[in-house]
Every structure is written in structure tokens, then in C-alpha cells.
């Protein structure tokens, strides 16, 4: 069955620095986003990506932020600086164009800033 | 604007029991419901969704929840926990096709033997 992946599982930084997160979305899906959630907390949306553009984002996705979708399969958040507040699990989702409104999350990226 | 109310964060049942966890919506439209769930250390699995169909909705893992739209809620439940279950689960909603899920605080579901 056709999956949402993401890499790196886990990802240490020094705050700062800037970091790639890189998710796959399934195949045939049009529609992307990138979630977030921070430890003991809810699932917050981050950005939403469609043909070729950001399509809705939130306030938490500032100027630190961007996506990107470089080829045919990945789709990519960077964080420009991280602070230590940007430490958290990092979910990728992708949905098809038409049917059931679902989206498929993939396992998270956990970021931790030091 | 749309949101979601998860009444009690977290949920303590015996092994066989019935499981009810709460969900309430906000919406000024027809709402897409989901209930999400999330075992420790990993991602967020699809249980079951409500697209305007039928009000009662079968999962996967023997949930189900109902839609009532005059209590404008999606509570799941299931008949007999089992150990397996115990995890946390979010509710959310989407208001249109290709829009952002809204979560709820997610309940966390205790099963004891």
C-alpha cells in the first residue's frame, strides 16, 4: 500500500543552524502539507502546497519557513534558523485532488534544537 | 471559524469495556470529520471518516463514531477495549477539500488488564 515517507527519523541541531526536512508524498497526490506537534501537545497545521504554491499557511509559518518542492516527488520544509521553540515532531501529509478529503501522514520527523 | 473540542484528555477503561471518547465540532459549513490515531512514537493513522454519508461510520480496529449534527459532534467508540488500543486520538476537521485538518487536543486512551 502506497505510504507518506520522511527522512531524516530524527534530526539534531544547534539553534541557529538551518535544517531540511524532506518528506515523499504518495505518488499520485496533489496536495501536501506539513504538520506540526510539540511534545504533549496538538497536532498544528503549518502549510498547505498545491500546484506548485503555498495554497493556505499558518502564523507559525513566518519568514523562517519555506517549501519547497524541488522534483516530482519530494516536498520539503526548511527552517532557515531553528530556535529552540521550532523543537518538535515534524508530519508530512498528502491528499488526492478528488475523494474522501483524506490525508495520509506520514511517520514524523523529530527535530530537536539545542 | 472551525474548530474542535475533545472533552477529557485522558480516558481510563478496563480491558473489554465500552470505549467512548468525546468529540465536539464547530463549523459554519457541512463539516469532513476524521478521528486520528497515534501510537507511541509514531505517526498519525486514519481510524475513520465522515464525508457526508452515512452518519454512522465504521473504522478500522472495531471503532465507529456517529455524526449528530443538532449536538454538532463525531464521538468514537467501541464496544470491547482491547489492550492494543491504548494510544491517543485526535479528532479533526477539514472544511473543504485540500484545506488544513484542525485538531483537537487529542484524548489519551488508557486500557487496564
Known amino acids: 500500500e502506497p505510504e507518506v515517507t520522511q527522512t531524516p527519523s530524527h534530526q539534531v541541531t544547534q539553534m541557529g543552524q538551518e535544517v531540511i526536512l524532506r518528506c515523499v508524498p504518495i505518488?499520485?497526490?496533489?496536495?501536501f502539507y506539513w504538520y506540526r506537534q510539540i511534545l504533549g501537545q496538538k497536532v498544528e497545521f503549518l502549510v498547505s502546497f498545491y500546484n506548485n504554491e503555498i495554497s493556505e499557511k499558518s502564523e507559525i509559518f513566518d519568514d523562517q519557513f519555506s517549501v519547497e518542492r524541488p522534483d516530482g516527488s519530494n516536498f520539503t520544509l526548511k527552517i532557515r534558523s531553528t530556535k529552540l521553540e521550532d523543537s518538535a515532531m515534524y508530519f508530512c501529509?498528502?491528499?488526492?485532488?478528488?475523494?474522501?478529503?483524506?490525508?495520509?501522514f506520514g511517520p514524523g520527523t523529530r527535530l530537536t534544537v539545542l | 471559524a472551525q474548530s474542535v473540542t475533545q472533552l477529557g484528555s485522558h480516558v481510563s477503561v478496563s480491558e473489554g469495556a465500552l470505549v467512548l471518547l468525546r468529540c465536539n465540532y464547530s463549523s459554519s459549513v457541512p463539516p469532513y470529520l476524521f478521528w486520528y490515531v497515534q501510537y507511541p512514537n509514531q505517526g498519525l493513522q486514519l481510524l475513520l471518516k465522515y464525508t457526508s454519508a452515512a452518519t454512522l461510520v465504521k473504522g478500522i480496529n472495531g471503532f465507529e463514531a456517529e455524526f449528530k449534527k443538532s449536538e454538532t459532534s463525531f464521538h468514537l467508540t467501541k464496544p470491547s477495549a482491547h489492550m492494543s488500543d491504548a494510544a491517543e486520538y485526535f479528532c479533526a476537521v477539514i472544511p473543504k477539500q485540500g484545506g488544513k485538518l484542525i485538531f483537537g487536543q487529542g484524548t489519551e486512551l488508557s486500557v487496564k488488564p
Open positions: 505518488s499520485n497526490h496533489l496536495y
Open positions: 501529509a498528502s491528499s488526492a485532488v478528488s475523494g474522501g478529503y483524506e490525508q495520509f
